[in-house]
């Protein structure tokens, strides 16, 4: 379907995504195509939800990110409210989330507006918790110190059903994942785990995470949990430097919800969402995690190579010991017809094509 209107985010910080964005402008005026800045870190003025954001640029039918994987996740919160796609333009470091080299960024926009660029969905997380977040007085800029202002607190969902004891139902759609995290430098947060609406366990750690598939490549990363390939659902818990022999991260189910609640005997928890600092919770307070029914629609200029991305995001090279065997051989063969007993299996693109 043709581009109606862009919703443009750009990393103003960085020359390169600043010139990339006069190239959109340019592509969108010889169109006659609407392209709205989104300033999503302006100072100006109170920062809004991703609803708010997307209402405010007239409800893009596509969102182009310029800057590295920090800027993605603030372009996908605003397209997943309005149901549009998110084309990333590639100016990070250890990006793998965005796609498209800034050199490309024209071909780029004119596959997506012809119908030739492939689009991929992605599970993004959803939450209730016992009452409406909220970050107390005075103390969001203690937490926010030179970080800019903070989001607002996610909105409550028509749905909710708080004196049904369900807690009440927030407007948040996460991609990567969902922390809590301890707030005192010397006290970590006591939490009780419970995997599908049993208690697995009680944790005293500096952090729990609950990530996408997609955001198992990020801070649940970094704290040893498993990558999983973005293509699957699934609800990844991993404990962040916990004081108990299971320190294992678990892949639940993506219809098993992972609730975290905040032990009497705890210190506070902050609440983050993609990165974003949303609520703090006191001990008794808590929130369940699981899948939305939304989904973030990526563009793809074709099938994604995760696989080969995480061999080269992470320089990911053979064993010395290998050396002599010379470079590792294909395993399958895609320039050969695919046999039928692979066929609807994601192989390698053929040589031509890559």
Not at 80 to 85: D, E, F, H, I, L
Not at 99 to 107: H, I, N, Q, S, Y
Not at 203 to 217: H, I, K, N
Request: glycine share 10%.
């Amino acid at each position: 379907m043709p581009i109606q209107r862009i919703g443009l985010v750009v990393h103003q910080g960085r020359a390169a995504a600043r010139e990339a964005a006069l190239t959109v402008h340019r592509w969108s005026d010889a169109r006659g195509i609407a392209c709205t800045d989104i300033d999503v870190w302006a100072k100006d003025h109170s920062r809004r939800g991703g609803r708010e954001e997307a209402e405010a640029a007239g409800n893009p039918d596509l969102v182009v990110t310029l800057g590295g994987d920090g800027t993605f996740l603030r372009g996908a919160r605003i397209a997943v409210k309005s149901g549009a796609s998110v084309l990333g333009v590639d100016l990070g470091k250890v990006g793998f989330l965005t796609e498209v080299p800034a050199g490309d960024v024209t071909a780029a926009l004119d596959a997506v507006h012809e119908g030739r660029a492939v689009v991929e969905e992605r599970m993004t997380l959803t939450m209730r918790a016992s009452h409406p977040l909220e970050t107390p007085r005075g103390m969001e800029d203690l937490l926010l110190y030179g970080r800019g202002p903070a989001l607002p607190a996610p909105h409550v969902r028509p749905e909710t059903t708080e004196d049904e004891g369900w807690g009440v139902a927030l407007d948040v759609n996460a991609l990567n994942d969902v922390v809590l995290e301890k707030l005192a430098r010397d006290r970590q947060v006591s939490v009780g785990v419970y995997m599908a609406g049993r208690l697995l366990a009680s944790y005293s750690a500096d952090a729990l995470a609950v990530a996408t598939p997609t955001g198992s490549t990020a801070y649940s990363f970094a704290a040893g949990g498993p990558v999983l390939s973005p293509h699957m659902d699934a609800v990844v818990f991993t404990p962040i430097a916990p004081h108990m022999t299971f320190n294992r991260s678990i892949v639940a189910a993506p219809d098993e919800p992972v609730a975290l609640r905040v032990l009497p005997h705890s210190g506070q928890a902050a609440v983050s969402i993609d990165g974003q600092l949303r609520g703090v919770l006191d001990p008794g307070d808590w929130i369940g995690v699981f899948r939305a029914p939304d989904r973030v629609r990526l563009i793809r200029l074709h099938p994604t190579d995760f696989y080969g991305r995480l061999r080269g995001r992470f320089h990911l090279t053979d064993a010395p010991a290998t050396a002599q065997d010379g470079p590792s051989a294909p395993f399958f063969r895609p320039d050969t017809p695919i046999p039928p007993d692979l066929a609807g299996m994601r192989l390698p693109p053929p040589a031509a094509a890559r």
